[in-house]
């Protein structure tokens, strides 16, 4: 099994990229965001893969980071849901997206994705809202790895548009953590975390905790 590569950018195509890992060139799929964060030809990039095995087909799809792999493997798991459509879900939303969108129930931002219509995006909100919280908490940025040529590191943050996204999901995992060191539990805190990143990008650890638990705080 691939779990993750580092090369360079041969090229790019509108669903795939060639990543040359010394001397090899690998096809990996990925969605729009990812393909749009990615640097130019010729200059380092790694990703996390997954490889999806066929009788007549090997597809080897490339994510920024470990959250949105694992968002890739559980709405696989959904029925209805292939790899193009779990391409399409985290093309438009990212993978900070589908988290707060299934930690909040919102079946309508999963709809938005194209090919899946309302009924596919009920069922992946019902099946994977438990998980939520689990795969919220993996949001933190991953270790180096040494590239092609064993001299620079390189990270799957190096991407410049995927660098934001792993700040956010750090800042998301810290304090969905935070939350369950005070007792919530781990669904609601999912939920207030997700919405006060959502009505925030940009805030940090300290003040999605403040917001998420003025969220939690007694109604009245």
């Known amino acids: 099994m691939i779990g993750r590569i580092a ?5 790019r195509a509108e669903d795939h990229a060639l990543i040359d890992v010394r001397g090899v060139g690998y096809l990996v799929y990925c969605n729009e965001r990812t393909l ?22 090997l597809q080897l799809f490339g994510f920024t980071s470990l959250v949105e792999k694992e968002w890739h493997r559980l709405l696989m798991s959904v029925q209805g849901i292939g790899a193009k459509a779990s391409m399409a879900i985290l093309g438009t939303l990212g993978p900070d997206g589908v988290g707060r969108a299934i930690a909040l129930g919102d079946w309508h931002s999963v709809k ?15 099946e994977l809202k438990d998980k939520a919280p689990q795969v919220m908490a993996m949001g933190a940025a ?26 956010g999901s750090g800042a998301q995992a810290e304090a969905l953590s935070a939350l369950g060191n005070l ?3 781990p669904g609601e805190a999912a939920g207030a975390v997700a919405q006060a990143a959502g009505d925030a990008p940009e805030a940090d650890t300290p003040a999605l905790i403040r917001a998420a638990l003025k969220l ?3 109604k009245g």
């Open 7 to 11: 090369g360079r950018v041969d090229y």
């Open 142 to 167: 991953p270790a180096p790895v040494v590239d092609t040529d064993g001299d620079d590191p390189v990270t799957p943050a190096e991407i410049p548009a995927a660098a934001a996204t792993l700040a």
């Open 36 to 57: 749009q964060a990615l640097p130019g030809a010729g200059e380092h990039v790694a990703l996390y893969t997954d490889l999806l095995v066929r009788e007549d087909n």
């Open 183 to 185: 007792g919530y539990a």
């Open 112 to 126: 938005a994705a194209k090919g899946i219509g309302p009924k596919t995006a009920q069922r992946v909100v019902n």
């Open 216 to 218: 939690l705080a007694p």
